[in-house]
């Protein structure tokens, strides 16, 4: 048997398994409110095969690291190509971390709250496959909720229909390509991904997600494919088929082995396709209070058209740290109501959100008594003047 189809026979194995596990619901004790309907379920007996995993050594053989244990994975390591595919991630790597994560670290440790970044749950929506920036800037959140347009995808599919190594080759290019634009710049180009993942290799977000947590030394204990029913209730997808609300639950364990949940769900997050969808509407109110990370937004909620989305996290959201392209500036210029940080300079947006300039904003960082703080490495769409915004609610 070729070593492809058994990698995809161990992938399509372990997925099984993990979709008809049984599991179980535990209360969170300092989950807000109390008696909310989301709750972790109990994955102890998981974290501790995490670095064992067929799943963990999945992410890292697409991840271009090394195997942990000899397994037939470790094999292709000796292939030119998997050779290949790691020599052009390390390099993305080193450079993004010289330029902007090693600095992005040391500023998030200096200037986001701890209780932000140790968090019971952050709230990401129009985040793509970005688990990357969340989990550098709040590594020690127990549950990361993400919400995008791009498809959840699945990892049998990868090299499901392979002849060899030209299938391994195409999907290799396929996620080197979807990477440069956040390499490069910390942020995905939405029309970039919806053709980057309408590939056969590379059909979802899922394979990113892996890729990043892997990559920011996370071990894959499990992966489980859900979706949002009617009533607003996570369920178990086992047919894994495309489902209104669809996402995926990955449970990953830290370098510190404390165990985290990402979970991912495909979903139009305007107020057209909310007024249809009470079920997700459900969910996230359910969330309780959150902490909320808005980054290259594309300036939606600005719009009329995004309010429902904006509301739920101007009244559930205890932090929020952005960049100008989340919420307007004047939902919290309100001093009796929240606290306010500013960093970077503010600068009007890229052309193609040329309409977005926000005058108000722009005074707020020219007021004297603001205190800004600098920034010293690139974010969001400015990238060479970039801004972020921390917001307290007192």
Same mark, same amino acid.
């Given at each position: 048997?070729?070593?492809?189809?058994?990698?995809?026979?161990?992938?399509?194995?372990?997925?099984?398994?993990?979709?008809?596990?049984?599991?179980?619901?535990?209360?969170?004790?300092? #989950?807000?409110?109390?008696?909310?309907?989301?709750?972790?379920?109990?994955?102890?007996?998981?974290?501790?095969?995490?670095?064992?995993?067929?799943?963990?050594?999945?992410?890292?053989?697409?991840?271009?690291?090394?195997?942990?244990?000899?397994?037939?994975?470790? #094999?292709?390591?000796?292939?030119?190509?998997?050779?290949?595919?790691?020599?052009?991630?390390?390099?993305?790597? @080193?450079?993004?971390?010289?330029?902007?994560?090693?600095?992005? @670290?040391?500023?998030?440790? #200096?200037?986001?709250?701890?209780?932000?970044?140790?968090?019971?749950?952050?709230?990401?929506?129009?985040?793509?496959?970005?688990?990357?920036?969340?989990?550098?800037?709040?590594?020690?959140?127990?549950?990361?909720?993400?919400? &995008?347009?791009?498809?959840?995808?699945?990892?049998?599919?990868?090299?499901?229909?392979?002849?060899?190594?030209?299938?391994?080759?195409?999907?290799?290019?396929?996620?080197?390509?979807?990477?440069?634009?956040?390499?490069?710049?910390?942020?995905?180009?939405?029309?970039?991904?919806?053709?980057?993942?309408?590939?056969?290799?590379?059909?979802?977000?899922?394979?990113?997600?892996?890729?990043?947590?892997?990559?920011?030394?996370?071990?894959?204990?499990?992966?489980?494919?859900?979706?949002?029913?009617?009533?607003?209730?996570?369920?178990?997808?086992?047919?894994?088929?495309?489902?209104?609300?669809?996402?995926?639950?990955?449970?990953?364990?830290?370098?510190?082995?404390?165990?985290?949940?990402?979970?991912?769900?495909?979903?139009?997050?305007? @107020?057209?396709?909310?007024?249809?969808?009470?079920?997700?509407?459900?969910?996230?109110?359910?969330?309780? &209070?959150?902490?909320?990370?808005?980054?290259?937004?594309?300036?939606?909620?600005?719009?009329?058209?995004?309010?429902?989305?904006?509301?739920?996290?101007?009244?559930?959201?205890?932090?929020?740290?952005?960049?100008?392209? &989340?919420?307007?500036?004047?939902?919290?210029?309100?001093?009796?109501?929240?606290?306010?940080?500013?960093? &970077?300079?503010?600068?009007?947006?890229?052309?193609?959100?040329?309409?977005?300039?926000?005058?108000?904003?722009?005074?707020?960082?020219?007021?004297?008594?603001?205190?800004?703080?600098?920034?010293?490495?690139?974010?969001?769409?400015?990238?060479?003047?970039?801004?972020?915004?921390?917001?307290?609610?007192?």
């Amino acid at each position: 048997m070729r070593i492809f189809n058994l990698i995809l026979l161990l992938v399509v194995v372990g997925v099984y398994c993990s979709s008809n596990a049984p599991t179980k619901n535990v209360a969170d004790k300092n #989950q807000t409110p109390s008696d909310t309907l989301v709750k972790p379920r109990d994955v102890s007996d998981l974290a501790g095969q995490a670095r064992t995993s067929t799943f963990n050594n999945f992410a890292r053989f697409i991840a271009g690291l090394p195997q942990l244990q000899e397994d037939n994975f470790s #094999q292709t390591e000796h292939d030119s190509l998997w050779i290949k595919h790691a020599q052009k991630l390390n390099s993305k790597w @080193n450079l993004m971390t010289s330029k902007r994560t090693a600095k992005l @670290n040391v500023w998030a440790a #200096q200037e986001v709250p701890s209780s932000m970044r140790s968090s019971e749950v952050l709230f990401y929506p129009f985040s793509g496959a970005d688990i990357l920036n969340a989990n550098l800037l709040f590594p020690n959140t127990k549950s990361y909720y993400m919400f &995008g347009l791009e498809p959840v995808g699945h990892l049998p599919d990868v090299l499901l229909n392979n002849s060899g190594r030209d299938s391994l080759k195409s999907y290799f290019n396929a996620l080197n390509v979807s990477l440069n634009a956040i390499t490069n710049f910390s942020f995905f180009r939405t029309k970039s991904m919806a053709v980057d993942f309408k590939a056969d290799e590379l059909n979802g977000t899922i394979h990113l997600l892996l890729l990043f947590l892997a990559r920011n030394g996370n071990d894959i204990a499990d992966i489980r494919y859900v979706y949002i029913d009617d009533q607003g209730k996570q369920q178990d997808n086992i047919g894994q088929k495309v489902k209104k609300n669809d996402g995926v639950e990955i449970v990953f364990v830290d370098s510190a082995h404390q165990t985290h949940f990402v979970t991912y769900y495909s979903v139009n997050l305007d @107020n057209a396709h909310m007024a249809k969808n009470a079920g997700m509407g459900s969910y996230i109110k359910n969330l309780g &209070g959150f902490n909320t990370y808005l980054k290259a937004a594309s300036y939606l909620m600005h719009n009329a058209s995004f309010s429902m989305i904006r509301a739920n996290i101007l009244d559930q959201t205890k932090y929020l740290l952005q960049d100008d392209s &989340g919420i307007p500036y004047r939902f919290f210029n309100d001093k009796n109501k929240w606290n306010s940080s500013f960093y &970077g300079v503010y600068v009007p947006p890229i052309h193609l959100f040329a309409n977005y300039m926000q005058n108000d904003l722009k005074a707020a960082y020219n007021d004297s008594t603001a205190n800004t703080k600098p920034l010293n490495f690139g974010i969001g769409y400015n990238f060479k003047q970039s801004n972020l915004m921390l917001f307290e609610k007192k």
